[in-house]
């Protein structure tokens, strides 16, 4: 609705929320990069970029292929989840499992048989309009009272 976005506490609320979700980014990615740098990620098979993503890739047994296409799926499943309990230990043990979410790719080409899974930070709160628009909506009234202020005296 319209009055949401001319709402001042709901615009304070998600700017509140934006900065939080943005300090609890830069302490995640500080804690990625720290263990990049030391090379803790390369020991336990995870690599990362300068964003604070961690990568895994994962090879599945080409003898999957032969399974159904339903179970198939089942069956890769099944295998990641037991792969990635090893992970799960680990981000937990770094304290930052509460702040991650994972996606994955199947990558089935000549060479490789598996999946790609991405870790990166969990925004729930923050998105660029969330952020801006407050900014953009506060100032614009702090612009119309000194504007006002000014022309009365």
Not at 49 to 62: A, C, H, R, S, T
Request: overall charge neutral; glycine content about 4%.
């Amino acid at each position: 609705m319209i009055l949401n976005y001319l709402n001042p506490v709901k615009q304070y609320n998600h700017l509140l929320d934006s900065i939080d979700d943005l300090s609890k980014f830069k302490k995640y990615k500080k804690i990625v990069l720290d263990l990049t740098r030391d090379g803790s990620l390369e020991r336990i098979g995870l690599s990362s970029d300068v964003e604070g993503n961690m990568y895994i890739g994962i090879d599945l047994n080409p003898e999957l292929l032969l399974y159904s296409e339903t179970s198939k799926e089942t069956v890769e499943l099944k295998m990641i989840s037991e792969k990635m309990l090893k992970y799960t230990d680990y981000l937990t043990k770094q304290g930052i499992i509460d702040f991650i979410k994972v996606d994955y790719d199947r990558v089935k080409n000549d060479t490789f048989y598996g999946y790609v899974i991405q870790i990166s930070f969990n925004f729930t709160k923050y998105t660029k309009f969330n952020l801006f628009y407050p900014i953009g909506y506060f100032l614009t009234i702090i612009s119309s009272i000194v504007v006002s202020l000014a022309y009365i005296f």
